[in-house]
């Protein structure tokens, strides 16, 4: 996606949006070659941005990969049970990243893997909010189950804010919903749909924040995130 060179620079952590004006006016800043001027755009998945003649990298040259987990693998760097995990998966990918964030054994789709501790901690504080999508296969009283789970719930004596809640496709007795939250609470999900009656069957994430789940990916694989995803993960809230 194109943006304005000195929002990228910015977006990239290497000055404010002023002092990145006066590099690009200053003849420090180039596209393709070419030196840039004030209002220029760029898309960093299609141009190439040098700044003092050092590539525009957004996050700092860290790694940033998702993976589409499948059941059956615990979210850990290492586990004493000898079960399958989640690192074992991306082993492949050449540098030491971490999960961002759980799903656990029996809960599937996106997770988010780095090794930038700033990121991880904006995406995983609760005052940051960042929102996370699942889909969910229930059975159960969806009459009285919605508006329960629509609801501020308590969880461990804390107050929820109230989840947004989407009916999907119903099958054979199975309900198919959506659920979107703003804090991550230990199987928070699953819990909240316990609290209102609901048998969860499977559970799968399909978004974090701005970022959805590549639906090529099968299960167990993973992909390094494209310049543009990056940006999106690591541009600060107020732009957002």
Not at 14 to 36: D, F, H, M, P
Not at 37 to 55: I, K, N, S, W, Y
Not at 66 to 80: A, F, Q
């Amino acid at each position: 996606m194109e943006e304005r060179l000195q929002k990228l620079i910015s977006a990239c952590g290497l000055a404010s949006r002023r002092a990145a004006e006066g590099w690009i006016a200053a003849g420090r800043v180039t596209v393709n070659g070419e030196k840039a001027r004030l209002g220029d755009r760029a898309d960093l998945d299609r141009d190439t941005v040098l700044v003092d003649g050092r590539p525009l990298v957004p996050g700092g040259g860290r790694t940033y990969l998702m993976l589409n987990k499948p059941r059956g693998y615990v979210t850990t760097l290492s586990d004493e049970k000898g079960r399958r995990t989640v690192s074992d998966l991306v082993a492949g990918c050449g540098v030491r990243v971490w999960p961002v964030g759980r799903l656990d054994m029996d809960s599937e789709g996106m997770l988010l893997f780095t090794d930038d501790g700033a990121l991880t901690h904006q995406l995983l504080h609760p005052s940051h909010e960042v929102e996370k999508e699942y889909l969910v296969w229930v059975m159960g009283d969806l009459r009285k189950a919605l508006p329960i789970l629509s609801a501020p719930m308590v969880l461990d004596g804390e107050a929820l804010a109230p989840a947004q809640v989407r009916r999907g496709r119903d099958s054979g007795g199975v309900h198919q919903l959506s659920v979107t939250i703003r804090q991550g609470k230990n199987r928070q999900v699953r819990r909240m749909c316990a609290l209102a009656g609901l048998e969860v069957l499977r559970l799968k994430r399909i978004r974090e924040g701005g970022l959805a789940l590549d639906r090529a990916l099968e299960p167990g694989q993973w992909r390094l995130l494209t310049q543009t995803e990056v940006l999106a993960l690591t541009r600060p809230l107020s732009d957002r």
